[in-house]
């Protein structure tokens, strides 16, 4: 289906630095999540967001749903080598059998 | 928290067989489960929403007699991929929500699926 846009598409990043990626739709979500796939596995959510503006952390992560509804951003604080993998956003709206649209994912790589 | 499971994680296989992968939603009920389908290097892509009771509703362009989907229970859809062939190669995941309030979708770990 459609995807939203995600950016940057990838990032190679020492160790211990912080990390910030984001997504944009022109569509409206009523709810924005990030989930962190690592190579062989499915998608592990990290965080869901569910009002719009909403801030809310999970351990290292941070992440906000955008006022408009139509964006949200992920950070990273003191990156670690077991963070590496590709995080994508993905926008579900309240109806619609609840589908996902996901964003095209960010590859995330770290030197240690 | 919520869990998915997916059987088999891998299958290998020769051109001309049809494999079904099982997707499970062991702790909560789920009357929508999905189907996606990822190619390297990609993001997921959905193929179908898989409905309790009732038909599949499949993506533009993915052949419901292809991919055959069956959700005959609140914890248990499976997707049957039918005389596949090597295109038909790919990793496959499927994923579940609780019917319960709005709850976020949690994936399983997914099929590599090799069609020799």
């Known amino acids: 289906g459609q995807q939203l846009n995600q950016s940057p598409q990838s990032m190679f990043i020492q160790e211990g630095e912080d990390v910030s990626m984001n997504c944009t739709s022109s569509?409206?979500?009523?709810?924005w999540l990030w989930y962190k796939q690592d190579p062989g596995e499915g998608p592990v959510l990290l965080i869901a967001?569910?009002?719009?503006?909403e801030l809310t952390s999970n351990g290292r992560l941070t992440a906000q749903f955008g006022i408009t509804r139509k964006d949200s951003f992920l950070n990273i604080s003191a990156s670690i080598p077991s963070d590496v993998g590709i995080y994508f956003c993905?926008?579900?709206?309240?109806?619609?059998?609840?589908?996902?649209?996901f964003g095209g994912g960010t590859r995330l790589m770290v030197k240690p | 928290g919520a869990v998915v499971s997916q059987h088999p994680s891998r299958v290998i296989c020769k051109s001309g067989t049809s494999v079904k992968i099982e997707c499970r939603s062991l702790?909560?009920?789920?009357?929508?489960m999905f189907w996606y389908r990822q190619f390297p290097k990609q993001s997921l892509m959905l193929m179908a929403t898989?409905?309790?009771?009732?038909?599949?509703?499949?993506e533009q362009g993915v052949e419901k007699d292809k991919f055959l989907i069956n959700h005959a229970s609140l914890t248990l859809s499976t997707l049957t991929v039918t005389s596949a062939h090597p295109e038909d190669s790919s990793f496959y995941i499927c994923s579940a929500r609780d019917s319960g309030g709005n709850q976020p979708q949690h994936f399983g770990d997914g099929t590599r699926l090799s069609i020799l």
């Open positions: 993905a926008g579900q709206l309240g109806n619609a059998g609840n589908m996902l649209t």
């Open positions: 898989s409905n309790e009771g009732s038909k599949a509703t499949y």
């Open positions: 967001l569910y009002k719009a503006g």
């Open positions: 569509s409206i979500f009523n709810t």
């Open positions: 702790d909560f009920q789920a009357t929508t």
